[in-house]
């Protein structure tokens, strides 16, 4: 059964650990998330972006999709469905598809217009018992379609946003979406902690999780970060083993060509990918 976020983040934040929201693009995708969660008996997050909800058939079918694993797999651990930088009309969508967690992205508004709308999705989230993350300052890079230019978010502005009765906060921190360029500046460790002397048990959240290095994302978590999101490094683990498969020749061996197999090895990294992260962020037996 689908949770909300907003035990498993506070527990995380109360612990010094992280929960991963990973991203999900297809059935391949959730299982192998999913599996590894179960696995590493470690809480879980499945993120959607609204286009990958559209390329997967809409919200209903991935609320269906995403509750059939669960009990086909037979997973207890807890698992949040939760939309990814989402817009304020996509939000009620998933509200309404059986969603367990949203995230309000307001950070383009002006901070008196984010407050608004977050404060409706908040009120409309909570009467059915779902999680919101609501966006302070933009993360930088682009993801589906969304592009932000990466600028530190305001202490004061997230503390505005915090008040308003959201489960997590996503700031920006200098933190980016997709591969990190060679010139990238670090994280914004100065902001982070002059956001959490402000926001107090407001689990933090990281977006951009892949290409961080391990001692930056430790001390996030030391910091408040208690969610940290990743895409990129699925696919790009996802993409490089379906590649050696096919330059090796093994679609064209016996019936290497049936999708169960040409897939599989990049179902696989998947998994090693994810369980890497669980590590790293410290959520393994944490369920």
Same mark, same amino acid.
């Given at each position: 059964m689908l949770v909300s976020a907003t035990e498993m983040l506070q527990k995380a934040k109360a612990g010094h650990y992280a929960v991963g929201q990973f991203n999900i693009n297809n059935l391949e995708w959730t299982k192998a998330v999913l599996l590894t969660a179960q696995e590493n008996n470690s809480p879980v997050i499945l993120g959607v972006s609204e286009g990958a909800g559209k390329y997967m058939g809409?919200?209903? $079918?991935?609320?269906?999709?995403?509750?059939?694993? #669960?009990?086909?797999?037979?997973? !207890?651990?807890?698992?949040?469905?939760?939309?990814?930088?989402?817009?304020?009309?996509h939000c009620y969508k998933c509200i309404e598809a059986g969603f367990s967690s949203v995230m309000f992205d307001g950070s383009h508004y002006p901070i008196a217009e984010n407050v608004e709308k977050t404060t409706e999705l908040v009120a409309a989230s909570h009467a059915k018992g779902i999680s919101i993350e609501a966006e302070v300052g933009s993360i930088g890079g682009e993801e589906d379609g969304v592009i932000g230019a990466g600028?530190?978010?305001?202490?004061?502005?997230?503390?505005? #946003?915090?008040?308003?009765?959201?489960?997590?906060?996503?700031?920006?921190?200098?933190? #980016?979406?997709?591969?990190?360029?060679?010139?990238?500046?670090?994280?914004?460790?100065? !902001?982070?902690?002059?956001?959490?002397?402000? $926001?107090g048990d407001m689990p933090l959240v990281l977006h951009g999780g892949t290409g961080i290095p391990a001692d930056m994302i430790k001390k996030a978590i030391s910091l408040g970060v208690a969610k940290i999101n990743v895409n990129t490094e699925c696919q790009l683990s996802f993409a490089a083993a379906t590649r050696k498969y096919i330059e090796e020749g093994k679609d064209l061996q016996g019936k290497g060509f049936d999708p169960r197999k040409l897939l599989a090895p990049g179902f696989?990294?998947?998994?090693? !990918?994810?369980?890497?992260?669980?590590?790293?962020?410290?959520?393994?037996?944490?369920?």
């Open positions: 809409g919200y209903d $079918t991935v609320v269906g999709m995403v509750n059939g694993l #669960i009990k086909g797999l037979n997973i !207890t651990v807890p698992v949040a469905l939760h939309l990814d930088h989402g817009s304020y009309d600028e530190c978010a305001d202490p004061q502005e997230c503390k505005a #946003i915090a008040d308003l009765g959201i489960d997590f906060l996503a700031a920006g921190i200098g933190n #980016i979406h997709g591969k990190y360029p060679e010139n990238w500046q670090g994280l914004s460790f100065e !902001t982070l902690d002059a956001i959490q002397k402000l $926001t696989e990294a998947i998994k090693a !990918t994810v369980k890497e992260k669980m590590e790293l962020f410290g959520s393994v037996n944490k369920a």
